[in-house]
């Protein structure tokens, strides 16, 4: 496993020996492949706070090499993805408020530390042990480990925050064209939106844009579709900045969905009044329920050759290149820089 120590401090390779026994609802997994996740990066970076020390990572495809009591339906060998969060499933979030995510037991992979339980709770190590409150899904022999990998977060997200759309939704703004964006360009045309319009300041990353059905839009909305003339707004920028351009695009009665600024440094430069005077719907979209993880897999399953899955995932690193791994995700060759144990 590589442990992070606290920023900016390289990864520390160490071993760990896997548990004797799995209690009732456990399930360990073999990670076949890992992906580096844009929080990884930020918590690396001293953007976000993590105990240390810790395993990273959340993002990964396994195989089950043992499973405890109450688990016999994944026999050993099968290729399976999970949530990226366990949750105890008879809180008031998890049971009233339809908000398993926000579990007031809620344990997140590669966010916990070492001497929580075994300590193999993270991606960047050859075994994980996935808890009883995780909900667990085979993934289809036709979607590969460079595919699948990141599903457990950044699509499963995107289906939760596309899940309900305003009536009509024929023209969409997706505010960054990281993998976030480049998902829900798909899942929105799939959802019968007619436009969809990709905005960044990085040309680079506004290339795959056509690739997955949208349209690609440097820095600026401005001349491209008329004021107040857009169904629905995602911001996937991890930026505040984007904020008024989003509100400005959107037509009364739109919907503005923020998925990207999971940061403190996102003060939004917005009044009431627009808010008020648009009958804007605006809401907050973080991680995702067990349906959502199954409605990623079960879309790749269907589009698997619709769009050019393979070309959002890098050649893997070794996991004793990490280090250089994360080199690379910074630098934002790929949407998703992978990595093999």
Known sequence: MAVFAGPGRPMALS?????????????LVEIQLATICGSDVHTLDGRRQEPTPSVLGHEAVGRVVAGGAGRESFPLGSRVTWT?????????????????????????????ALDDGTGLNGCYASHLILRKGTTVIRVPDAISDAVIAPANCALATMVCATESLPIPCRTAVIQGAGLLGLYGCALLRSRGVVRVFVVDTNERRLQRVPDFGGEPVLTSMRGIVPPGQVDAVFEVAGTSSVVTDGVNCLRPGGGYGFIGMVHPGTLLPITGEAIIRKCLTIRGFHNYAPRHLQGAVSFLERHIGDYPWECL???PHSLSAIDAAFDDARRMTWPRISIKP
């Open 15 to 27: 071993n760990r020996a896997l548990p004797a026994r799995l209690a009732p609802g456990e399930l």
């Open 84 to 112: 990226l969060a366990d949750s105890c499933g008879s809180c008031r979030p998890c049971q009233d408020w339809g908000l398993p995510q926000k579990c007031s037991q809620l344990f997140k992979y590669g966010h916990a």
């Open 313 to 315: 995932v890098s050649p």
